[in-house]
Every structure is written in structure tokens, then in C-alpha cells.
């Protein structure tokens, strides 16, 4: 099912066949901190397993976001963007309104993100910092071609072989 949203001249829908993924590849592999060389291919793969959202100025896309889920308990919002010439709008704040009031995405028992620098954001609609952080785990992949910040050399964790 496809699912829009209008306001004014923007549009935020669900439909696919909208979605310009050249302009989220380069958006996501050569502006972000998070998805830095982020091969085409994998946005590819990620977008074909992940409930995504378009945001539109008429036909053009000016934003996005995606939703990864199983529909069921747990939903991780990742790839957030709006385009630089469009911010200061509430475009970001619209869009996240339309991704917590979709219909297929209620009564999870938790939703989650990371973000270095939109927490403000996320709070209005009742994001915060983790319960229990030593209750989660994260893998990195060293193979992978992406450099998002947080697997820098200078942000690596100490281990008790560095202490």
C-alpha cells in the first residue's frame, strides 16, 4: 500500500517507483557522517528491504528516510536527510510526524536511531538517550566500504591491550 502525504507544495510518499536513488546514493555516500562510500549497490539492497519515504517538491526529491522492520515489534529509522536548499522549512520534523504516524508502523514495543546531531529532533516524539546502553552490542564490519565517522582510527574504543 502506498501511503502520501501532502503539504503545500511537498509530498512525502511511500511508492518506490518515486524514489530517485541516484540522488539518495550520492546524498548518503558523499554528504553524511553515517554512510560515507556507501557503494550504490547496497543503498540499492537497502532500499528493497526497508519501508522508505520520499520527500518531494512537486516531482523533484528533496529528502528521505527509511524505516527498517518487521512490522510486528521493532522499527530502526535510518538515512535520514533533507536537502541543504530545503532545510529550515520543518521539512525534517514533517517528515518524521508522517514515518511515527503510518499506519503499518504502531504498537511496537520499541523504535530506535542513532544520530550525532538531531537529537532535539527526535525527542519531540519521544526518542531518548538508551535505557540499558551496556544491554546493547554493535558489529562493524572492517570489509565494509563504508567510513562513517564512528569507526574512525581516532574514535576506535580503548581496549585493555591500548589501556
Known amino acids: 500500500m ?3 502525504c501532502h503539504r503545500g507544495v511537498y509530498t512525502i510518499s511511500t511508492d518506490r517507483q ?3 536513488v541516484e540522488l539518495i546514493h550520492r546524498y548518503l555516500s558523499t ?3 553515517w554512510a560515507s562510500g556507501r557503494p550504490r549497490a547496497v543503498v540499492q539492497r537497502s532500499l528493497e ?3 522508505c519515504f520520499g520527500l518531494y517538491h512537486g516531482d523533484d526529491q528533496v529528502g528521505f528516510a527509511r524505516v527498517i522492520t518487521d512490522y510486528a515489534t521493532f522499527a530502526w529509522v ?3 536527510f533533507v536537502l541543504e536548499a530545503q532545510r529550515g522549512q520543518g521539512l525534517g520534523t514533517w517528515l518524521t510526524e508522517v514515518i ?3 499506519p503499518e508502523l504502531q504498537g511496537f514495543r520499541r523504535w530506535a ?3 550525532k546531531d538531531a537529537q532535539e529532533l527526535y525527542r519531540k516524539f519521544g526518542f531518548a538517550e538508551l535505557k540499558r546502553p551496556e544491554r546493547w552490542m554493535e558489529r562493524h564490519d572492517p570489509a565494509t566500504q563504508e567510513r562513517p565517522d564512528y569507526w574512525a582510527a581516532d574514535a576506535a574504543p580503548q581496549t585493555q591491550e591500548s589501556l
Open 2 to 4: 502506498i501511503y502520501e
Open 18 to 20: 518515486r524514489l530517485d
Open 31 to 33: 554528504a553524511t557522517y
Open 49 to 51: 528491504h526497508s519501508l
Open 78 to 80: 535510518a538515512d535520514v
Open 100 to 102: 511515527i504516524a503510518h
Open 113 to 115: 536511531l542513532a544520530t
